[in-house]
């Protein structure tokens, strides 16, 4: 006897894993299009000319930065997928609400721990969200 318990919940975050993929490309081809960017010495002699291209150099770097790190937030989110254990807070480890994932795909906490940065140490289900960033 076979049983698919695992069905529901593949079905669920098959949608978030085409996304997620999709996104993983879009990423890899923009990191790889600024690397070659970056590889390319223009010939320049104007210093004014070289400063701006140092200074837009130093804009690519920071760009290819981010989205390395989204690179590898995604590729923990594909490897939740596997495990199953994505959608799953892991905070409070309560599920997280699907307009949220929507929303930000490889987000490993929900909108309150996310939010709050801080540790409630009585979890209230059903509780709203809003109050959670009223921290000054
Ligand atoms: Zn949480």
């Not at 960017?37 to 400063?51: G, K, R």
């Not at 721990?113 to 209230?124: E, I, Y």
Request: hydrophobic letters at 30%.
């Amino acid at each position: 006897m076979s049983t698919n318990k695992t069905n529901k919940q593949s079905n669920r975050t098959k949608t978030f894993e085409d996304l997620l993929r999709s996104r993983l490309a879009e990423l890899r081809t923009h990191v790889d299009q600024l690397r070659k960017d970056m590889m390319i010495e223009d010939e320049v002699d104007d210093e004014a000319m070289q400063a701006s291209q140092s200074r837009n150099r130093e804009l690519v770097t920071i760009t290819m930065e981010r989205e390395i790190r989204n690179i590898s937030e995604i590729e923990q989110a594909l490897r939740r997928i596997l495990n199953d254990e994505y959608g799953v807070c892991v905070t409070c480890e309560r599920s997280i609400p699907d307009n949220r994932l929507q929303a930000i795909p490889w987000t490993r906490q929900c909108v309150d721990c996310a939010g709050g940065g801080f540790k409630r140490s009585n979890r209230s289900y059903g509780q709203p969200a809003y109050g959670s960033s009223l921290i000054s």
